[in-house]
């Protein structure tokens, strides 16, 4: 069975940085290549919310509230995707969460402080 396992999460104070990992387990890194990687947010009372997402070929989108901000990479042999995040804000404020062909990781809590 696929399984997500996410880290990286943590407190920050505005202006800091963090980086999240994400490990995909139970796929090859050739089926795990295929397949697009995203990453979603959401914070208690609202609705889970799009960050960014990666091609399988490594074309990185974002969400307009992070563009500039946060990068979006992968390893395939690593079966990993990453999100840096520099610039945070308290809005950035969340459980993040890996998204992966529509199975999801556990999240990590990232807290920014003002």
């Known amino acids: 069975q696929v399984q997500l396992v996410e880290s990286g999460g943590g407190l920050v104070q505005a202006g800091g940085s963090l980086r999240l990992s994400c490990v995909a387990s139970?796929?090859?890194?050739?089926?795990?290549?295929?397949?697009?990687m995203g990453w979603y947010r959401q914070v208690p009372g609202k609705q889970r919310e799009w960050v960014a997402n990666?091609?399988?070929?490594?074309?990185?989108t974002y969400a307009d509230s992070v563009k500039g901000r946060f990068t979006i990479s992968r390893d395939n042999a690593k079966r990993t995707v990453y999100l840096q995040m520099n610039s945070l804000k308290p809005e950035d404020t969340a459980v993040y969460f890996c998204?992966?062909?529509?199975?999801w990781g556990q999240g990590t809590q990232v807290t920014v402080s003002s």
């Open positions: 990666i091609a399988s070929g490594g074309t990185p």
């Open positions: 998204m992966f062909r529509n199975f």
């Open positions: 139970g796929i090859s890194a050739s089926f795990f290549s295929f397949s697009g």
